[in-house]
């Protein structure tokens, strides 16, 4: 045997017992059964990638961040995967024969070597729904509903998705005279808009060499504000005479037309010209959700990318999804108590006592009878006291325990305990697992 | 936009798409729902894990295998999980407080760079059930009923989980002179007996400088066949003095005594004195299960290791599990068409048509309504001809189309395609759902 070492973590990795995991998988399987229901379908690509799927796709800070993969024996360069968008490009520009649209999602761990820090993690899982080979804006709006859908379904009241589109902010550059090089510049300044503020990006905008009045031009287009539905027309007519602006806006006017349709509040979603999303690769609409109350900041992000395959294949796609990252969700929801009451520390319903040796077997039994009836069932191995033994189903958390003993077993009875009220009803044993699922509601 | 490239897998390593994910996620979700009716619970450990905590515990040739990764920035040495053990290992011995016995599932991919061959991958899933601070054999016969339960549920029928004792090997090897080092030898031999038979394994004792009568006394022991309840007392008497075998048959004796009262098949075991496992670390049962129709060979394999957590902490932890390889399980079923048959291509229940411009709005709020009834629902993102629409819906092998035209939708009504029958229905909108769910049975 090798020698004793101390166990470690990697920095800002984790393990996640039971008691988290069951509020974890209650969130995923939430977020899985909506994109269920939206006709999304599931898709696995590998943790592993090749190093040249992964270089040039989202920016050299970025990159820095990736983990690199090596085999003792062999030449390729591989790689963790950093999110879920570029694997799915590929998959798509692997399987030219795809029956299109495809509607799939994925949920699943993405690494980054980022500085650890609370709440933010070097493994953390992406729940990701996209829509490949449709351009229609009823494809956008079916990625903002599912957003909706799965907040409220979570529970969140007070959140909004803001809605922008890349077009009008190209527009907004062309009509203050900046482009090319200098958009870029725009975009990461005005990404930095809830940080510091109108004047925070004015000056980064000076300092980048940006003449005063371009900026005045800009800055007052960026300010405008209101209702979504008096936002578009405004902006169209500010803008006209520019037809990627013009183009952008009929899309974001088509866009929120479906969204009361397909029965998202008015109250959910906002459009933000001010909004950019920092990834290159969006061409049309973009969205990103911040949750106000609690003020956990930005939770999706998405838009439509109808060149990102286009690395990859000498064919087309248009595309549009979002990610939802769950991490936040996940602890928010935690430290709020946000979840079920009927989410329990454990996920066993009945802990089966060891009473007496001469009934093992019939213990055994019973305890697989349980099972077949589809109760989820713990056995107690040691032959120890009823005492130890049912303040560990306490410790657990466990709702119910069966015990069996001698006067019981004669008349094919059980003993069941309901350890949340301190009360004990003796029933025949055919019956228990009714007794404990009623008991229990 | 830098370069395109030609997208590629690394070697090895696959994607999933849903067709197969659908499948796959059946077995998983079987399996999932097995270990929680017996009182396991999920646990997550990262992908990654230190170097140190991998290296040194599987022995050498396996260690070739294990995947390095790096870090741009920073000086960990990181490695990608080689199997589900060692990491729940270092999670108990991280976690000293956690209440006993812990019973965790996991169910997860690992990573070995083995030469890609049909079948067998570089990124694949274990489903592990393990229980830990328990040294009863109730906690092993309950491992057995769980694979017993896993397979049954699945729909195999000929297969058997061979159980065997390390301390009965131990023991072997002491009857027949064979100690030590030596004794390893003897294990990784009698290891290939399916694959060398009897003859080969004693040339390689033979080559191994292994005397000629203690290769003859031991395959006479090894040879020994019959019924599970025969083969201990039988066993027990040819080791007779020998303390390490006593108290390994002793275990095999109280372990199958359960397994009836448990609900096992005692066809679906058996006893197999020649089975050995591989790696180092069992001290107690082990078993292995093997399909013999469809002939897939191996498909679990376990057993008790008592003494593999000590490698991480001093204080001392009884442990037994399994691990369940369901990639062989998933190809198998799929070639031999295992699967039920309500399982199809895609999720998707019902395909909502558009037919007419006016009347989109109306269309989405019929969409909605089905969603919030539970169906899963895929709206057809283009304005096509219905029997574009429907051919789409026929590729890809949705049963239902929903079609709501201009008469429907004066009377509150739609149109129901049974794509399977080639029939349809005009039925209220607010029925819609229940005749979908009732015309599909």
Redesign the interface.
């Known amino acids: ?11 800002g ?6 008691d988290k ?2 509020l ?2 209650y969130v995923m399987n939430t977020i899985r059964t909506v994109f ?4 999304f ?10 190093a ?2 992964l ?3 989202y920016g050299p800070d970025a990159e ?11 030449h ?1 360069e ?1 790689a ?1 995967r950093y999110d879920l968008s570029v694997p799915l490009s ?2 798509v ?3 030219p024969d ?2 299109l ?1 495809f ?2 999602y994925q949920i699943a ?1 993405v ?1 980054r ?1 980022e500085r650890p820090q609370k709440g933010r993690y ?2 953390f899982y992406q729940c990701d729904a996209d ?1 490949v080979g ?1 351009a ?1 804006m ?2 956008d709006a ?1 990625i903002i509903t599912v957003i909706y ?1 799965v907040l409220e379904r979570l529970g969140f009241r007070r959140y909004t998705t803001r809605i922008n589109n890349r077009k009008v902010l190209a527009g907004i550059g062309i009509y203050s005279g900046v482009e090319g090089e200098a958009l870029g510049q725009l975009y990461r300044s005005i990404d930095k808009l809830d940080r510091i503020g109108m004047d925070g990006v004015r000056k980064e905008l000076r300092d980048a060499g940006i003449a005063e009045d371009v900026i005045a031009r800009m800055v007052d287009l960026l300010q405008i504000r209101g209702a979504s539905a008096d936002l578009i027309p405004e902006m169209m007519r500010r803008l006209e005479g520019i037809p990627i602006a013009a183009e952008g806006l009929a899309e974001l006017r088509d866009l929120i037309s ?1 969204l ?4 998202v509040s008015p109250s959910a979603y906002q459009i933000d010209f001010s909004m950019v999303r920092g990834l290159d690769y969006y061409t049309g609409p973009i969205y990103e959700t911040v949750v106000e109350e609690p003020k956990i900041g930005s939770i999706t992000g998405g838009g439509r990318y109808d ?1 990102l395959i ?5 064919r087309g796609y248009p595309a549009t999804g979002t990610t939802i990252g769950i991490e936040r969700i996940i602890d928010v929801m935690d430290e709020l108590g946000m979840f079920p009451s009927s989410l329990r520390r ?3 319903e009945v802990l089966v006592l060891q009473f007496d040796p001469s009934l ?3 213990t ?2 019973f ?2 009878s349980l ?2 009836q ?6 107690y ?2 032959a120890e006291s009823v005492k130890k033994q049912l303040r ?1 189903a306490s ?2 958390g466990i709702p119910f325990a069966a015990i069996l003993g001698p006067d019981e077993a004669a008349q094919g009875q059980v003993t069941i305990k309901n350890l949340d009220l301190g009360e004990q009803r003796t029933v025949l044993q055919s019956e228990a697992a009714q007794v404990i699922r009623e008991w229990g509601a």
């Open positions: 045997m090798p020698e004793r070492i101390t166990p470690r973590l990697p920095r990795m984790r393990d996640i017992l039971p995991m069951i974890r998988d269920e229901q939206f006709g379908e599931p898709l696995h690509t590998p943790a592993v990638e090749l040249e799927t270089m040039g796709k820095r961040l990736i983990y690199d993969v090596r085999q003792r024996q062999g390729e591989l963790l590929r998959v520009a692997m399987n795809l029956l649209p509607k799939r761990p690494w070597a070097r493994e829509i449709s229609s009823l494809a079916e859908t479906y009361d349709a397909m029965g060149r286009e690395m990859f294949s000498e454990t996920l066993v093992l077997a019939e055994l039994r305890a697989h099972r077949e589809g109760l989820r069932v713990e056995l191995f040691e560990y410790r657990k």
